[in-house]
């Protein structure tokens, strides 16, 4: 029951920061306005890791690469932690299973990133419905613009409905299913 519990508390804690991290990676790619009280709140949650790395590594081309690298590192730490938990022995534990571990935290961030897209699209089309004036939108907006603005050019309305959600709902469904699934499952065969 312990065990459960640790788990649950390891998922929560480092996916939620994982999270963060990777929304405040996303945010500045897609430039997402800055004064948002949402964007804020991500900056503001994420600025005590993100500060010291900053002076460790710099950033490449206009990324952020010391959140990207703090998000992996809190992915690879919530793989290890689990395994850690179960009693696995990570001290006898062989190269095969270290690599394996750092694929587990690409994949994590991979579908994570993925749920993010996935979600904002979702969450702005049940948005323009209810309240496309929420705090939310100029956010969800920057976010989705890159995935949608191609889409909507190449997918005509249907009786003045975008279908391009739709379209990028069904797109990322695949993604996961036949290529981060089965990278996952090959991955944790290791264990």
């Given at each position: 029951m312990i065990d459960n519990a640790l788990q649950f508390l390891l998922h929560t804690l480092l996916g939620l920061f994982t999270?963060?991290?990777?929304?405040?990676?996303?945010?500045?790619?897609?430039?997402?306005?800055?004064?948002?009280?949402?964007?804020?709140?991500?900056?503001?949650?994420?600025?005590?890791?993100v500060k010291p790395i900053r002076r460790i590594v710099p950033g490449i081309g206009g990324l952020d690469t010391s959140t990207l690298l703090l998000a992996f590192i809190a992915q690879f730490l919530l793989q290890v932690g689990s395994l850690w938990i179960r009693d696995f022995p990570l001290l006898v534990a062989d190269n095969t299973i270290w690599i394996a571990l750092l694929g587990l935290a690409f994949v994590g961030l991979l579908k994570l990133s993925i749920y993010i897209f996935l979600y904002a699209v979702l969450l702005q089309a049940i948005l323009s419905w209810i309240n496309p004036h929420t705090i939310l939108s100029p956010v969800l907006d920057a976010l989705t613009r890159p995935l949608l603005r191609p889409l909507r050019n190449r997918i005509p309305t249907a009786g003045g409905f975008d279908l391009s959600p739709l379209a990028?709902?069904?797109?990322?469904?695949?993604?996961?299913?036949?290529?981060?699934?089965?990278?996952?499952?090959?991955?944790?065969?290791?264990f």
């Open positions: 999270l963060a991290l990777l929304l405040r990676f996303y945010l500045q790619l897609t430039r997402a306005p800055f004064h948002n009280p949402v964007s804020q709140a991500i900056v503001a949650v994420t600025n005590f890791a990028v709902f069904i797109f990322a469904q695949l993604v996961l299913i036949v290529l981060v699934t089965p990278m996952e499952q090959q991955l944790l065969r290791l």
